[in-house]
């Protein structure tokens, strides 16, 4: 491996640490090598905490060391001013003559004046080190930045013959089709993603909470589509102990501060309605958890980025049928289930 990849590679690893934690801001990690050896690294962790590039300076005990050293960083430093000061400004300050970047920032208040502004200042920049690693490691702030919307994975459980749920039920909860460690991992993936939504049907069969119980970290925001105000005050997605965008086509409805409401017509453009309202609420990735009618407008209309299908290893022999996809998947096994993971490339 060469050794600028080296080091990039390391800072993709670093940034991973911040998955689920550092919304609406990306994934960022920084290392700084002096003499072929790292001494510094350091992730961003959190939005309006310091940045990776801050976190990696900060962590060189010896700090003369800087001006003789080159900084690797995964995505290209901020040169504005937010909740936290520009990173170029401290590149600079401290004299670091050499800096190593992933690749450029989509992000309009940054998308190339960072690295103009680094040259400007007499530092030798390189761009462009693993790029395409880089823009994977940041695929949903990239999505939400170039395509004005969340990126979009697409999540159901189906049985072998290709059911997802019974047609009938005799209580209000959900029917498994995976076994526990699915579940669990599905809560681990809620908690590195911004939000979930389900549609009206989902939350009047099930009832579900839409938190993380089975893991440790954030809850997602509920996204709920409620056309005709279906859902009463009493269903969990109600209880407002999350953050709840409900979509509907009601009008004069309460807004409160874990509760927003936001009014939709219901017809051929209402997904890319949809996008537009979690772009404006810098909603960067959605998990779609709903039923068969809700999942498939979204593969009908091509509004999805990833899918993640288990499949339990059992018949239902009847029931809802599960959505269709005719996509080429990659396949894994979590205990008897299958996972199958299939990517919407452009």
């Not at 400007?120 to 490691?137: A, D, Q, R, S, W």
């Not at 009206?200 to 119980?213: A, C, M, S, Y």
Request: charged share 25%; glycine share 6%; aromatic share 8%.
């Amino acid at each position: 491996m060469k050794i600028h990849e080296k080091y990039i590679n390391r800072c993709i690893q670093l940034a991973k640490n911040g998955l689920g934690t550092t919304y609406p801001n990306p994934l960022v990690g920084s290392v700084i090598v002096y003499d072929n050896k790292i001494i510094g690294e350091g992730w961003h962790k959190k939005s309006g905490e310091p940045h990776a590039e801050v976190n990696a300076i900060n962590a060189v005990k010896d700090k003369s060391l800087l001006s003789k050293s080159t900084i690797y960083v995964s995505l290209e430093p901020c040169s504005h001013y937010g909740k936290t000061p520009p990173c170029c400004d401290l590149i600079v300050a401290h004299k670091i003559p050499n800096i190593v970047v992933g690749t450029i920032d989509p992000n309009s208040k940054v998308a190339g004046k960072g690295i103009k502004r680094l040259i400007e200042n007499g530092v030798n920049v390189t761009v462009g080190i693993l790029e395409k690693e880089c823009n994977e490691l940041n695929k949903r702030f990239f999505t939400f930045h170039n395509k004005k919307r969340p990126y979009i994975i697409l999540k159901w459980a189906e049985s072998l013959d290709g059911f997802i749920a019974p047609l009938a039920k005799e209580k209000k909860e959900p029917v498994w089709i995976s076994n526990a460690f699915s579940r669990q991992l599905v809560h681990k993936w809620r908690s590195e993603e911004q939000a979930i939504l389900i549609g009206t049907n989902t939350v009047i069969e099930d009832n579900p909470k839409l938190d993380v119980r089975d893991w440790t970290g954030k809850n997602p925001v509920r996204i709920v589509l409620d056309r005709t105000g279906k859902i009463a005050e009493d269903y969990f997605v109600k209880d407002l102990k999350t953050k709840t965008i409900i979509i509907t086509e009601q009008d004069n409805l309460t807004i409160s501060e874990n509760g927003i409401y936001e009014n939709v017509i219901f017809d051929a453009s209402m997904l890319p309605t949809i996008c537009g309202i979690l772009f404006k609420n810098n909603i960067q990735s959605v998990i779609i958890e709903g039923g068969r009618q809700t999942i498939q407008t979204f593969i009908d209309s091509d509004f999805w980025d990833e899918a993640r299908v288990f499949v339990g290893n059992f018949n239902l022999n009847n029931g809802v049928k599960a959505p269709l996809l005719k996509r080429n998947y990659t396949s894994s096994k979590i205990k008897e289930d299958q996972l199958k993971l299939f990517i919407n490339h452009d």
